[in-house]
């Protein structure tokens, strides 16, 4: 059968014609399940955050973020890009990052532009997240703004509210928060802990046990137990002379209270990890290299996070441009990690230059963030070389190089993993414990950066071999 233009063209899988949607309201509400089953609205997440371990795992994701360097890419116009870098220089960046990365916490995160006429030009002044509850999405995922005059949303202006989701989609356009996973575990944390103080409460100190005569009135006991009350925050007590007060120590509960305390350990691992990505502990008891693990954001989960702050800068400066400019290559913001470019990006650099690789201005600007004017490229001393020099532009050694500096760069992870394993040989009460401690160390052990560098070795040692071969034919 030969399909329709028209059915090509328009959407016929939508809310409209689903069998199983029937609107009651003019906005579409949050599908989280933590929340339909609360019967709350967003706001019931903003309240864990004042849990001591949430709010630790939340400003140390953050920081993850906030500690790269950002950079905007040229647009070809070199007025356009002094007015953009002089733009994005005023503006709080860090600011404005922390409010996006609250979309990684609420699942999504609403932000008001400021703009401002100045000079013929429409630029913003501000960026300001705005609190979730106010907005809320139409049956076709557009954002809309709920106000005293429009309860149920109205649509918000274009070019005036940027916006940021975390994992949206047709089904869910309010994203997926990150808090909805660790809710339970931080709620449950608060509960066991009260739980835990009212043990210690009970069992922590000596009881107090009054003997009275057994023809003592109800009055006279109450005084005693008065007495007795009052005793344990003065250690003076007045009793008749046939009364006596003695203390009885508790027995062990050393098993009871190990039951809260894994439980509360429980809870902050499941916090972690929904949060960073990783249940590593910071805890005393630690070793160095899972303390140290403990302290990073997985990855994976901090490249997500840049992607969505790169993602919102970059419909800005859209906005931006179409305002003001018209320019052929849109600007787009980078978040970048300075060191893991330079160091070992400069090393594999400088070992393909000496094996005869040549790199243009553009590369070395656009790999180590050089702009137009800041370096000058040396012009090669001689176009003319006699055929003896051409023949041997590798030295025999390169190979060797290679490795030496291959074994200095790779020191640094070798002895981090060393040092976890002293550490774990140090807690161990037998070998058969090292054994144990061993290999749950294993998976601890991070091996990416090593990989890169070999990878990057062995790409320089491909290269190096491929013009050897060359070499070799002439």
Known sequence: MTPKKQDLIKVIASRAHAIDYWSFMHYLPNPDPVLKKMGKDISAYREILSDSHVGGCVRRRKAAIKGLEWRLTPTGNEKTDEILTALFDRLPISQIINQILDATLFGYQALEVMWESKDGLFLPVAVEGKPQEWFVFDEENRLMLRTKEHYNGDLVPEKKFLLATQ??????????????????????KKGGFKFWLEFMEKYGSPWLVGKHPRQAQTHEIDELLDSMEAMLGTAVAAIPDDSSISMLESASKGASSQVFDDFLRYCKSEIAIALLGQNQTTEAEANRASATAGLEVTRDIRDDDASLVEGVFNQLLTWICELNFNVETLPTFELFEQESIDKLQAE????????????????IQRTYGFEDGDIVMQVEKSAVKNTAEFAEPIPKSVIETIGEQLEVEGETHVENWLQGVRDQLGQAESLEDFRTQLDSLIPELSFAEYGKLLAWGS??????GRQSVEDERK
Do not use: H, S
Request: proline residues 2%; charged residues 20%.
């Open 348 to 363: 594999r650099d400088k070992i393909l230059t000496e094996m005869g690789v040549g790199f243009t201005e553009q590369y």
């Open 167 to 188: 994992q949206a989609d047709y089904m869910n356009p309010y994203g997926r928060a990150d808090l909805a996973m660790c809710f339970w575990a931080a709620t449950f």
């Open 459 to 464: 790409t320089a040692a491909q290269f190096a």
